[in-house]
């Protein structure tokens, strides 16, 4: 509380002004140097009620706030004048353990909010981030790409026949899958240093058997199973194993088949 003076008039009393009845009692309990107890609430209330007088020109919506706490507080302040404690009926909640856990909770609510308001201030609107941040492989650069190296690449990868073999027979494809072509390449990473894209593949090859292979190689490098690499454009593609390639764990599919 402080006193102005202001010229042509009388002195004018200043208080402070609280959120509400909480934030009052919790200043003058900080103020005293009190914990949070029955007897620090008894020792506070008389303070708590001198402060409802500067409290006429607010609200009675205001005020009723006030009027609860203060008639807590001097119920506590008498209970504490009694030589024994009194009788509570089953259920009846003691007004100070009552009190003191509201005041806790307020403390450590308004501790919070302080904290995210200096964040705000000082522009620390971000958090850190638990997850490890993802690997972003540079931009390939496709200038100077031309049609005529489309063609050739995929000429390269699928070599189709000029005249298809009369067909005589239904002969069943065999079942290529994704872990399947894992598990061999990783044994034959375990054994060699390096491998080749275009040496993976049979001489007599289909397309379902090129794209299962290149997924492969393709989920292995995203699991850090290996590592592949590309000289230029178009060129063969060398697979070379990591740490994780001779670790025993089987490597898990997001769509395990």
Do not use: C
Not at 134 to 152: F, M, S
């Amino acid at each position: 509380m402080s006193i102005i003076h202001t010229a042509g008039s009388d002195y004018k009393v200043s208080t402070e002004v609280y959120e509400g009845p909480l934030d009052l009692l919790l200043d003058l309990i900080v103020k005293s140097e009190l914990d949070i107890t029955r007897l620090a609430l008894a020792a506070v209330t008389d303070q708590f009620l001198a402060h409802l007088s500067d409290l006429q020109q607010n609200s009675a919506v205001e005020v009723s706030g006030f009027l609860v706490i203060a008639a807590k507080l001097v119920q506590i302040k008498s209970e504490a004048l009694l030589p024994r404690p009194p009788e509570r009926e089953e259920g009846e909640e003691d007004p100070a353990e009552s009190l003191a856990r509201q005041l806790k909770i307020y403390r450590a609510v308004k501790a919070t909010s302080k904290w995210l308001h200096n964040r705000e201030e000082e522009g620390l609107q971000s958090y850190i981030r638990l997850a490890p941040p993802p690997i972003i492989d540079e931009e390939l650069d496709l200038n100077g790409v031309t049609v005529d190296n489309l063609v050739a690449m995929l000429e390269a990868l699928y070599q189709f026949q000029e005249e298809a073999a009369p067909i005589t027979s239904v002969v069943a494809i065999p079942k290529v899958t994704i872990k399947n072509k894992i598990r061999e390449l990783l044994g034959k990473l375990q054994q060699q240093t390096s491998l080749s894209y275009r040496n993976l593949l049979p001489e007599h090859y289909d397309r379902i058997e090129a794209i299962v292979l290149f997924l492969a190689i393709l989920e292995m490098v995203k699991q850090r199973y290996a590592v592949a690499e590309q000289s230029d454009l178009f060129a063969d593609i060398a697979i070379s194993p990591t740490d994780k390639t001779f670790e025993d764990n089987e490597i898990v599919l997001a769509l395990d088949e």
